[in-house]
């Protein structure tokens, strides 16, 4: 798929959002293609949130018990 053919503010908002991008990734090219044409009259961006939302048919599930444990790792020496 040529990248270059996607509407830049869809493209700003794919990468403002990991899961949506994830399962746009995912699509085959051509449901990539029928995607983009179908968002390529967006002119709001209450229509582009919509419609970057519809990518997301999971929950992100993000959550951590102890945010501490996000810096803990390996010790040094």
Do not use: C, W
Request: hydrophobic share 30%; charged share 30%.
């Amino acid at each position: 798929m040529d990248y270059n053919q996607m509407p830049l503010e869809l493209g700003y908002a794919m990468a403002a959002d990991r899961l949506a991008m994830n399962n746009f990734s995912n699509m085959s090219d051509d449901e990539k293609k029928e995607y983009i044409e179908r968002n390529r009259s967006i002119l709001s961006d209450k229509e582009l949130n919509r419609m970057t939302a519809s990518l997301k048919d999971e929950e992100e599930d993000v959550h951590f018990s102890d945010p501490t444990s996000l810096f803990r790792g390996p010790g040094i020496g």
